[in-house]
């Protein structure tokens, strides 16, 4: 395994371990990623019989585009991304613009690395092929069941594979959660559910009300009353991607990327809105339905005996009206993988991984609960709150404006209904590094790493 001397400063950790990764999602390849570069053995467990192009866009903003280039993914960013030059937030029922924020070099210039906009298939087989030459990766391979104690995985074949530690990247409908919480952890309805469908571009630009979606290079949230539509460009414009969040009629639903939905129904949900919508969907020839599913922070994302420890959704599932869970998984995976470039003995790996909670915990947690703001604000139903919003939007628009013009801003954008014009929320969210951060952590902390386990287990990990 050849190691780039721009990863963890060329360290590789002076005992190798046999790691076990569950999923092969992003968060999961990721982490094998990281994990093999910091000099471990890796293998990826997928239960799915092959891998298969999944989903529709999704956004890679600069916190997580900046490891992607880091580890050499940068040209395939700028062949398959689109990097949209602002965000525009419009009214649902005459597609007026309440909100506006400058993407594209403003972006580039404050945190130092684009926002795009990609194909989550594409970005799936560029993390595929950039891992599988460093680990093992496995498909058909099902965990039934898991020993976090030895630790080893069951599969459904039968075979027990034996590791040295186990990452639990298996998703919302993770297994490995069950063993950390210790039981069956149900997720709770959020009462929506989201539309997602694709549209060739070629057709919107012969549309002169349409046109405009593709050449301007924009990100769109369209807000209503219980719902908003999110519109954007990916695989280099070829391609119109539309998320839909809608309430969920349906009792019970599937949790799932690729569940069917009803086209006529979609449109339904839409009736009354603007015309650029109307349009849109009229576009649209089929869809899928993804009913939204909520849980609350878990207190902890480690098993008791230390060698089970969860990444991505498996512990910190995104709601998707922030667009940061894909973001928030390959963060955690650059964490791990740099904390455990350091590891030179079998009892560091319990504390090892509480110094990963530690550095992840708390961004992860408040990035959860700023995704379920944003339902709350863009669902507002017409009348004296959601002008209150559009106002506030407005005025933080105008002043995004003044400052493109080169002038000062003027407004206290501190708390803005659109969370975006918010810069100290933005400075938090994109201007993480968090390879720098681990690194920070660690020349302040690494030399007194047992005391961030609880005591119990530090007691059970110097026995080990």
């Not at 890796?42 to 580890?71: C, F, H, M």
């Not at 919508?277 to 909520?294: F, G, Y």
């Not at 969370?419 to 994109?430: G, H, L, M, P």
Request: glycine share 8%; proline share 5%; net charge negative.
């Amino acid at each position: 395994m050849s190691q780039p001397e721009h990863l963890y400063k060329g360290r590789r950790a002076s005992l190798p371990l046999d790691i076990v990764v569950i999923g092969c999602g992003l968060g999961g390849l990721a982490a094998a990623y990281c994990l093999a570069h910091a000099g471990h053995k890796v293998t990826i467990l997928e239960a799915a019989p092959a891998i298969g192009d999944v989903g529709a866009g999704i956004q890679a903003s600069p916190n997580v585009s900046r490891l992607l280039k880091r580890w050499g993914l940068g040209p395939q960013l700028e062949e398959l991304g689109v990097k949209p030059q602002n965000l525009s937030i419009r009214r649902w029922k005459n597609d007026e613009v309440v909100g506006f924020t400058l993407f594209g070099e403003a972006f580039v210039n404050a945190y130092g690395s684009p926002y795009y906009h990609i194909h989550r298939a594409d970005f799936h087989r560029m993390l595929y092929v950039a891992a599988e030459p460093h680990c093992n990766i496995r498909v058909d391979c099902r965990v039934v069941s898991v020993d976090p104690s030895q630790p080893s995985v069951t599969l459904a074949s039968g075979e027990v594979v034996f590791a040295d530690l186990l990452i639990g990247a298996d998703g919302l409908k993770s297994i490995t959660r069950e063993y950390v919480v210790g039981g069956p952890d149900e997720p709770r309805a959020t009462g929506d559910a989201a539309y997602r469908a694709l549209i060739p571009t070629e057709k919107l630009l012969e549309d002169d009300d349409l046109k405009s979606l593709v050449e301007n290079t924009e990100s769109i949230i369209w807000m209503g009353p219980r719902g908003h539509i999110v519109g954007y460009n990916i695989r280099a414009k070829k391609e119109y991607n539309l998320v839909m969040m809608h309430p969920d009629e349906a009792e019970e639903g599937l949790e799932s990327w690729t569940a069917k939905g009803n086209v006529e129904r979609m449109k339904e949900s839409y009736k009354g809105w603007n015309i650029v919508i109307q349009k849109l969907l009229a576009l649209v020839p089929s869809t899928l339905d993804w009913k939204l599913m909520d849980r609350d922070p878990l207190p902890s994302w480690i098993h008791k005996d230390g060698k089970l420890a969860l990444l991505g959704d498996s512990c910190h599932p995104m709601l998707p009206y922030r667009a940061q869970g894909s973001a928030m998984a390959i963060e955690d995976a650059a964490v791990l993988g740099n904390i455990f470039s350091h590891c030179s003995d079998r009892s560091q790996i319990t504390p090892l991984l509480y110094a990963y909670q530690t550095l992840r915990y708390d961004r992860a947690t408040a990035t959860q609960r700023s995704s379920s703001l944003n339902r709350d604000i863009f669902h507002l139903l017409d009348g004296p709150e959601q002008e209150a919003r559009d106002g506030e939007m407005r005025a933080a628009m105008e002043d995004a404006l003044r400052v493109a013009r080169g002038e000062k801003s003027t407004y206290v954008l501190a708390g803005n209904a659109n969370q975006w014009a918010d810069k100290t929320k933005s400075d938090i969210q994109y201007g993480y590094d968090a390879d720098e951060e681990t690194e920070k952590w660690w020349l302040a902390n690494g030399h007194n790493l047992m005391s961030f386990v609880p005591t119990s287990e530090a007691v059970n990990s110097c026995c080990a």
